[in-house]
């Protein structure tokens, strides 16, 4: 079974703080992704990646940048936070781009920025 | 451009009864259609995908979904609901090109009333 796991399940991080939100997956996916869900909102894409090193913005990239140094890892940074990034954040990965192929999701990371 | 739209973002049912979530999707291309589900503190788990061939999809937990291109539908259903089925579901549309994308809808929280 694929495992997708997040470094922490809740955090509680402060105005300004840089924040880091760690995802590993085990079974050799290329393509990451990170999403923030809010209530009505759905799941809206911050960033991904299809390689090592490799990344693309998604639709809400602003306040955000990521990390990808190993294929298994990527992380997502709060270079400041701010208020309205407390939020729920879902890692995600699939084997590569091709469209037909299921994303499998990590368990989330609740973050409250006061 | 791909998009999504879930009818409802909150569905209310009685034990046994039928249970029915809607989505509409929008695409230029063929599509390929997800349906996840989220349970309360976790991340989203896949409940079934059309990709091609057989427009009746069957999934996990006795769900199914039927692709109708004439109607761009692809709604969930299950015959019975369990009272373990209350959770938020998520339709997604594949983005028509490599990357592996999904667009999501805006959730559907179901409620199982005994």
């Known amino acids: 079974d694929v495992k997708v796991t997040q470094s922490s399940r809740y955090l509680v991080k402060r105005t300004g703080e840089k924040v880091f939100l760690e995802c590993v997956q085990d079974m050799d996916h290329e393509n990451m992704f990170w999403y923030r869900q809010d209530p009505g909102l759905g799941l809206r894409l911050i960033y991904f990646s299809y390689d090592v090193k490799m990344k693309e913005k998604g639709d809400i990239p602003e306040g955000y940048s990521v990390s990808r140094e190993k294929k298994e890892r990527f992380s997502l940074i709060l270079e400041s936070a701010s208020t309205n990034q407390t939020s729920m954040y879902l890692c995600a990965s699939s084997l590569n781009g091709r469209p037909y192929n299921e994303q499998f999701f990590g368990p989330g990371t609740r973050l409250t920025v006061l | 451009a791909q998009s999504v739209t879930q009818l409802g973002s909150h569905v209310s049912v009685s034990e046994g009864a039928l249970v029915l979530l809607r989505c509409n999707y929008s695409s230029s291309v063929p599509p390929y259609l997800f349906w996840y589900v989220q349970y309360p503190n976790q991340g989203l788990q896949l409940l079934l995908k059309?990709?091609?061939?057989?427009?009746l999809v069957k999934g996990i937990n006795g769900f199914e979904a039927e692709f109708k291109k004439s109607e761009t539908s692809f709604h969930l259903t299950k015959p019975s609901a369990h009272m373990s089925d209350a959770a938020e579901y998520f339709c997604?549309?594949?983005?028509?090109?490599?990357?592996?994308?999904?667009?999501f809808g805006q959730g559907t929280t179901l409620q199982v009333k005994p």
């Open positions: 059309y990709t091609t061939g057989a427009t």
């Open positions: 997604a549309v594949s983005v028509a090109s490599n990357t592996g994308k999904l667009i």
